[in-house]
């Protein structure tokens, strides 16, 4: 009986048998291979059909494992693989790399196909020291260590739905990678004929995604060069200033100017909304910080004490201090009461400083390039966190104060774990100069303004580049600001400052 049944495999098997000639060319199954494996069929023979036919599946480490375990020799894995390259659309996954590599599955075709289709698994030390031990060469590590697991596309989720991934996985892989897209009604109904059932459906509604903005103003102002921009609290103003001795105040909604507050005899560098909304720092060429009445216009006081430019200014979260960076080196705390300086924290640091969401931690960065951490009550450095190799242009923590972001003249952005100091993630990606870096609120994404031209959105996480919301458009982008409410972004370059709104 079992020899009937082996000669009716491979007589069915022959290429014409029994069946119209369109029907016998179909892509060979996972069943079928499976059952011709198990059944002895010559595995070159088998390979040339691969070859011929290609498969009408998704190709799996786990697959793989299960037919070398029925029989199935290099020679047939190799061919299945280099099939699998080139029809596979879902992202490859650990144990059908190691099957691939081992079975001598070209590499530069495998390191295309791990940066184009991304991967599904965090590549450590141990996976990839152990790959390279079964002949993976050093592109192909090179590309897993670089490959992140991307948001998924539109046609992606379609794509694996039509080419029989399972409901079950898809869940999975949406679940893990979020999505760039919003479904609507007629995508869904789309995922439902494309074989969705409710588990993937659901899975996509619930899908993270970076947030999409869309441009909302392109405000002209005369100031010619803007180099500074905030929001007010409240989301309701957008301070900007830069290219000369004003600053000016624009209604978000509107995108018109509600008031010029002049007072400065130089170029501002710097301006800052107290956490009530009701005043405005203000610093620059002229080594004065003023503070503003926002309802008024009316200047009550200045502060002065530093010996150069002021290049960055941020208010403590109960408003009662303010922290500013100068060129001269230092970073004062100033009681906003009074103006009289608290305490002077010295080291060529005076770029770029910020307060923690709670208030107990004050970080700047400078000239010498490092990040630095302060005790803010008491001035006590806790931590220098290096790794940066030029000039530390901005510092800013996430909302939950989780995280710490810099960036910096060469190049890069280093996000920072607060509590311990260690350096999560650097993002390289742009090409000159990163001058602002800004968290949205929910500590997700990042936004960085660069020389390059580019503004981008980052997912922390990942540290996937999710979103060009400028493509060049702006020139350098050294103005940069999100309103607390995340629904705002603003940058500047010349004396255009753009304004996007968060789409629902």
């Known amino acids: 009986m079992k020899r009937a049944c082996l000669a009716l495999v491979l007589i069915c098997f022959t290429p014409g048998f029994g069946q119209a000639p369109t029907n016998a060319q179909k892509p060979l199954s996972q069943v079928q291979l499976r059952q011709l494996v198990e059944a002895g069929v010559d595995n070159e023979r088998l390979a040339k059909t691969v070859a011929e036919r290609g498969i009408g599946f998704e190709l799996s480490g786990e697959f793989l494992a299960a037919l070398r375990e029925k029989g199935a020799l290099p020679v047939l894995?190799?061919?299945?693989?280099?099939?699998?390259?080139?029809?596979?659309?879902?992202?490859?996954?650990?144990?059908?790399?190691?099957?691939?590599?081992?079975?001598?599955?070209?590499?530069?075709?495998?390191?295309?196909?791990?940066?184009?289709?991304?991967?599904?698994?965090?590549?450590?030390?141990?996976?990839?020291?152990?790959?390279?031990?079964?002949?993976?060469?050093?592109?192909?590590?090179?590309?897993?260590?670089?490959?992140?697991?991307?948001?998924?596309?539109?046609?992606?989720?379609?794509?694996?739905?039509?080419?029989?991934?399972?409901?079950e996985r898809v869940v999975a892989l949406v679940s893990r990678?979020?999505?760039?897209?919003?479904?609507?009604?007629?995508?869904?109904?789309?995922?439902?004929?494309?074989?969705?059932?409710?588990?993937?459906?659901k899975a996509l509604l619930e899908a993270k995604r970076p947030p999409f903005f869309a441009i909302r103003h392109q405000i002209q102002s005369e100031q010619s060069g803007v180099r500074c921009v905030a929001f007010s609290p409240d989301g309701r103003l957008l301070a900007s200033a830069g290219g000369n001795t004003t600053v000016k105040l624009w209604d978000v909604a509107e995108g018109r100017e509600e008031r010029t507050l002049a007072g400065h005899t130089a170029d501002v560098r710097?301006?800052?909304?107290?956490?009530?909304?009701?005043?405005l720092a203000s610093g620059g060429y002229d080594r004065t910080i003023k503070i503003w009445e926002v309802k008024t216009g009316r200047e009550p006081r200045t502060f002065t004490g530093h010996s150069n430019d002021i290049n960055s200014l941020d208010f403590s979260p109960d408003g009662r201090q303010l922290a500013s960076a100068s060129l001269d080196g230092t970073i004062r705390l100033w009681e906003v009461e009074t103006g009289?300086?608290?305490?002077?924290?010295?080291?060529?640091?005076?770029?770029?400083?910020?307060?923690?969401?709670?208030?107990?931690?004050?970080?700047?960065?400078?000239?010498?390039?490092?990040?630095?951490?302060?005790?803010?009550?008491?001035?006590?450095?806790?931590?220098?966190?290096?790794?940066?190799?030029?000039?530390?242009?901005?510092?800013?923590?996430?909302?939950?104060?989780?995280?710490?972001?810099?960036?910096?003249?060469?190049?890069?952005?280093?996000?920072?774990?607060?509590?311990t100091g260690r350096e999560l993630r650097t993002l390289s990606d742009h090409m000159m100069v990163v001058w602002r870096v800004a968290f949205t609120p929910d500590g997700h994404y990042l936004t960085s303004g660069s020389a390059d031209g580019r503004l981008r959105l980052w997912e922390v996480e990942s540290g996937l580049d999710v979103s060009r919301l400028l493509d060049g458009t702006v020139g350098t982008v050294p103005a940069l600001a999100i309103s607390l409410d995340g629904k705002y972004i603003a940058a500047a370059g010349d004396s255009t400052i753009h304004v996007w709104r968060a789409e629902d």
């Open 77 to 167: 894995v190799k061919a299945l693989g280099e099939m699998g390259l080139k029809s596979g659309r879902s992202p490859l996954d650990k144990d059908l790399l190691r099957e691939l590599v081992t079975a001598g599955v070209d590499s530069l075709a495998l390191a295309r196909s791990v940066l184009d289709r991304g991967i599904d698994f965090q590549p450590i030390p141990d996976y990839l020291n152990a790959l390279q031990s079964s002949g993976a060469p050093e592109p192909l590590l090179k590309a897993l260590r670089e490959a992140v697991s991307r948001p998924l596309g539109k046609e992606q989720v379609l794509n694996l739905l039509a080419s029989g991934v399972s409901g």
């Open 177 to 201: 990678r979020g999505l760039n897209f919003k479904p609507n009604d007629v995508y869904v109904d789309n995922l439902r004929i494309a074989g969705a059932n409710d588990a993937v459906v």
């Open 270 to 279: 710097a301006v800052a909304f107290s956490p009530d909304g009701i005043h």
């Open 340 to 419: 009289i300086t608290i305490r002077t924290l010295k080291g060529n640091i005076g770029r770029s400083v910020a307060f923690s969401p709670d208030g107990r931690l004050l970080a700047g960065g400078g000239y010498d390039s490092t990040v630095r951490m302060w005790d803010a009550g008491t001035g006590q450095e806790l931590r220098a966190l290096m790794g940066h190799t030029q000039l530390v242009e901005c510092v800013a923590f996430s909302r939950d104060g989780r995280y710490l972001a810099s960036s910096s003249d060469d190049g890069t952005i280093k996000i920072w774990e607060t509590s």
